[in-house]
């Protein structure tokens, strides 16, 4: 499995190109050249977002944004995977919109549209669900009922902190889709009497051992650490992380 950062970290770093800038020279000291994107201020255009990646030796293999964004904006983020050669667009989130039975089937509709839509473009869609997603509505479970539509054949981004928020087990999610997991998230948090709080990843209340076998076992392509909300550096907590899992993946002689 291949670490990388999830470039959202950084959301409040990312809305100028000298954020941007600043947050892949960070990115490549940290050691890290292989990145999702999700979160750059869509005011920085492509070509700028390509040329600093290029400058520092960074590659992307995806791009993110809930599914909303991403059809309201398709072109953008087909233009940016094109320029950056990545593979998959990811989308996040099942909208309200397409709550119970009925709007499962119509958003299951909808992404396969959306999927053919991106096929001719040589690109391929993934979907990250959140913790709500697996939650059941009308006596479905979504995702489960989205993994299950043979016309859509869908692929995931696991976040591995919405499938523990959502009360399931790491390694049996990521085992029952062995094969159709193409990077997951590793997000942590501490639970405080104020709520859970973000830390780096191997500092929190996230038990990691099966899940961390689980995806080798299953052959996942790339491990993505993310943190959305830190409290000190940014880049010293994402830097943690990014050890931590360079660590985990050492140990058991399967970096890359």
């Given at each position: 499995?291949?670490?990388g950062?999830?470039?959202?970290s ?23 050249d292989t990145v999702?994107?999700?979160?750059i201020?869509m005011?920085?255009?492509p070509e700028?977002?390509?040329q600093?990646m290029?400058?520092f030796?960074i ?9 909303e ?9 087909i ?6 050669k990545s593979?998959w667009?990811?989308v996040?989130?099942i909208?309200e919109a397409?709550?119970?039975?009925e709007g499962l089937?119509?958003?299951s509709r909808?992404l396969?549209?959306l999927?053919k ?14 913790g709500e ?8 479970q979504p995702?489960?009922y989205?993994?299950e ?6 692929s995931l ?5 919405h ?28 639970q405080t009497?104020?709520?859970?709080v ?5 500092q929190g ?18 491990g993505?650490v993310?943190q959305?909300?830190?409290e000190?550096?940014?880049?010293r907590c ?7 899992l ?10 890359g």
């Amino acid at each position: 499995m291949k670490p990388g950062i999830q470039i959202s970290s950084f959301r409040p770093l990312l809305t100028s190109p000298e954020g941007v800038t600043r947050v892949f020279a960070e990115t490549a000291r940290m050691g890290c050249d292989t990145v999702q994107l999700q979160w750059i201020d869509m005011s920085v255009s492509p070509e700028v977002i390509v040329q600093e990646m290029n400058r520092f030796g960074i590659r992307s293999v995806s791009t993110q944004d809930f599914y909303e964004t991403v059809q309201e904006h398709l072109d953008y983020f087909i233009q940016l995977n094109h320029l950056c050669k990545s593979r998959w667009v990811c989308v996040s989130k099942i909208p309200e919109a397409f709550a119970g039975p009925e709007g499962l089937a119509d958003f299951s509709r909808q992404l396969v549209l959306l999927k053919k839509r991106l096929e001719t473009e040589d690109l391929e869609l993934c979907f990250h669900p959140r913790g709500e997603d697996f939650a059941l509505t009308g006596g479905l479970q979504p995702v489960q009922y989205l993994m299950e539509q043979d016309s859509l054949d869908l692929s995931l981004c696991l976040d591995l902190y919405h499938v523990h928020r959502a009360g399931l087990s790491l390694a049996d999610v990521i085992r029952r889709y062995a094969g159709r997991v193409c990077m997951v998230h590793f997000k942590d948090f501490r639970q405080t009497p104020k709520g859970p709080v973000l830390v780096p990843v191997g500092q929190g209340d996230i038990r990691w051992e099966e899940a961390v076998n689980a995806c080798l076992q299953t052959r996942v392509p790339f491990g993505f650490v993310e943190q959305e909300q830190w409290e000190g550096d940014p880049f010293r907590c994402l830097q943690e992380s990014y050890d931590w899992l360079g660590d985990a993946l050492r140990r058991r002689g399967a970096v890359g």
